[in-house]
């Protein structure tokens, strides 16, 4: 068993290397952080990240609580040369009610203030019922944040296509397949994407 799980750590730490040569970041989720917390064991995995050569670690909204204190977490991560990314989970279900989007986006803004350096918003997997609704909430932390923080999934074409479309250029995606990465980039530079905005107009900044 050991010298499998060392094989595939070797395997692992190819594949960052050869991707962080094109400036790609290298990112794992930390699933269970209070569980992780409550344990002691975050120096322990945030060694292990740090040791695999990855650029930063996500903590997720359906994962922490009141007591989970950012700054600390920032702090460990930023000691070992890692970024910290908090993630919204599947904001694009339903419309997002003004109580629970402001509360989006003031626990967000606790880890902005304690250092954390981007908002992952997870658009999750939804149909074409689902896209200006997803576009729509988009807006909210786009508005909030601004395109330089905020970084939205984009698993499938079609949200590729559809955040493209409504932001721009300028907007980053991540979670893209390795497969479409050639077409977000040449979406992005041709300006072919304009032509299928979801809204019918572009979005414009509203953030400070």
Same mark, same amino acid.
């Given at each position: 068993?050991?010298?499998? $799980?060392?094989?595939?750590?070797?395997?692992?730490?190819?594949?960052?290397?050869?991707?962080?040569?094109?400036?790609?970041?290298?990112?794992?989720?930390?699933?269970?952080?209070?569980?992780?917390?409550?344990?002691?064991?975050?120096?322990?995995?945030?060694?292990?990240?740090?040791?695999?050569?990855?650029?930063?670690?996500?903590?997720?909204?359906?994962?922490?609580?009141?007591?989970?204190?950012?700054?600390?977490?920032?702090?460990?991560?930023?000691?070992?040369? +890692?970024?910290?990314?908090?993630?919204?989970?599947?904001?694009?279900?339903?419309?997002?009610?003004?109580?629970?989007?402001?509360?989006?986006? $003031?626990?967000?803004?606790?880890?902005?203030?304690?250092?954390?350096?981007? +908002?992952?918003?997870?658009?999750?997997?939804?149909?074409?019922?689902?896209?200006? +609704?997803?576009?729509?909430?988009?807006?909210?932390?786009?508005?909030?944040?601004?395109?330089?923080?905020?970084?939205?999934?984009?698993?499938?074409?079609?949200?590729?296509?559809?955040?493209?479309?409504?932001?721009?250029?300028?907007?980053?995606?991540?979670?893209?397949? +390795?497969?479409?990465?050639?077409?977000?980039?040449?979406?992005?530079?041709?300006?072919?994407?304009?032509?299928?905005?979801?809204?019918?107009?572009?979005?414009?900044?509203?953030?400070?």
């Amino acid at each position: 068993m050991g010298g499998q $799980n060392n094989e595939n750590n070797l395997v692992m730490r190819h594949k960052i290397n050869l991707v962080k040569q094109y400036n790609v970041q290298t990112v794992t989720d930390i699933h269970s952080l209070k569980c992780v917390i409550t344990r002691g064991m975050l120096p322990v995995h945030l060694d292990q990240c740090a040791e695999l050569g990855l650029t930063a670690v996500r903590v997720r909204n359906d994962t922490i609580s009141h007591d989970v204190k950012p700054w600390e977490i920032v702090r460990l991560a930023d000691d070992r040369d +890692l970024d910290v990314h908090f993630r919204i989970e599947d904001f694009g279900q339903e419309p997002l009610a003004e109580r629970l989007a402001n509360n989006y986006i $003031n626990c967000a803004t606790r880890w902005f203030e304690a250092g954390a350096a981007h +908002l992952v918003a997870d658009a999750g997997e939804f149909g074409n019922t689902t896209r200006k +609704l997803r576009m729509m909430n988009a807006e909210l932390f786009a508005n909030a944040f601004g395109l330089h923080t905020v970084m939205f999934t984009a698993k499938d074409r079609q949200q590729q296509e559809d955040f493209l479309s409504s932001f721009g250029e300028e907007v980053h995606l991540c979670d893209v397949p +390795l497969s479409d990465v050639n077409q977000v980039e040449m979406l992005r530079t041709s300006g072919i994407y304009k032509e299928n905005s979801v809204a019918g107009t572009r979005w414009q900044s509203n953030a400070i």
